[in-house]
């Protein structure tokens, strides 16, 4: 996920389409895809953000916070996401991932948000919630799924849309929408330039997409983190990378 900048803020991890059914790193199971994320984020020094994007078929869950950890396999622990100890030993990974660097995208599910109205509107636009799990604490206390709180917006945009003022000024107004709502916003299929080059006069607006960059296999992000270290953010789209002292 990029900036308007071109600035990486988080990667993704998401069950492949056909397209790239090749990816054997994105499992198509919510559970093994949780898992397999945070296993293979744990292997680096620096925690680095990331989301899971279930795509066209998100989980059939009334999306709760509960429901989030029982269909990705984990509980929560403080700020702490572990596996979950209802599952099989050989199902379930070793350690734990800070729960605040975990993004779960969720359908545009209305008792998540009170103003998720704002946007059932926009159903070209395709809206779903970013969410994060939540320590809270129940009478007997801490809970072990906590709270489930939105972050923001993810949408994606009908291709070539930036050709056609109607949908131009559609989309305007749901980025005014969600300003109010204080909700950022990713578009999450910035697929072709021209559309993404009419987007980035949005400064806060955030992006995912081949132009910026074509989903990776395991092997490949892990060499590219490898190679960063701890200046993972800094690489940039179009620039030199490693960047030259």
Same mark, same amino acid.
């Given at each position: ?5 071109? $600035? ?24 093994? +895809? ?9 292997? @680096? ?12 078929? =998100?989980?059939? /869950? %009334? ?25 099989? =030993?050989?199902? *379930?990974? &070793? ?7 975990? !993004? @779960? ?6 008792? +998540? ?13 395709? /809206?779903?919630?970013? !969410?994060?799990?939540?320590? !809270?604490?129940?009478?007997?206390? #801490? ?7 939105? !972050? %923001? ?13 109607? $949908? ?34 949005? #400064? &806060?607006?955030? @992006?995912?997409? &081949?132009?910026?960059? #074509?989903? $990776?296999?395991?092997?490949?992000? *892990?060499? $590219?983190?490898?190679?960063?270290? &701890? ?11 490693? #960047?030259?002292?």
């Amino acid at each position: 996920m990029f900036s308007a900048k071109g $600035l990486v803020l988080e990667y993704a991890v998401a069950i492949p389409t056909r397209r790239y059914e090749w990816r054997r790193s994105a499992p198509g199971q919510p559970t093994r +895809l949780v898992h397999d994320a945070i296993a293979f984020f744990q292997a @680096f020094n620096e925690r680095i953000p990331f989301s899971v994007n279930y795509g066209d078929h =998100p989980p059939r /869950i %009334g999306w709760s916070a509960a429901e989030v950890c029982a269909s990705g396999g984990v509980a929560l622990n403080g700020n702490e996401l572990l596996a979950s100890p209802d599952r099989p =030993p050989e199902q *379930r990974f &070793d350690g734990s991932y800070p729960a605040s660097l975990v !993004t @779960f995208h969720a359908p545009l599910v209305s008792h +998540l948000h009170a103003r998720s109205q704002l946007f059932s509107s926009y159903t070209e636009f395709h /809206i779903g919630l970013r !969410t994060r799990l939540m320590p !809270t604490i129940a009478r007997s206390g #801490p809970s072990s799924y906590g709270a489930l709180r939105v !972050t %923001g917006l993810h949408l994606r945009v009908p291709s070539g849309f930036s050709e056609y003022s109607s $949908l131009r000024g559609r989309f305007i107004k749901l980025l005014e929408r969600a300003d109010l709502a204080k909700l950022p916003v990713l578009v999450s299929n910035a697929d072709h330039a021209h559309d993404l080059h009419w987007m980035r006069m949005f #400064p &806060d607006l955030q @992006f995912q997409g &081949d132009v910026l960059s #074509p989903p $990776l296999g395991a092997d490949s992000l *892990r060499a $590219l983190l490898a190679l960063s270290g &701890d200046n993972w953010r800094n690489f940039r789209v179009g620039s030199r990378y490693p #960047p030259r002292g």
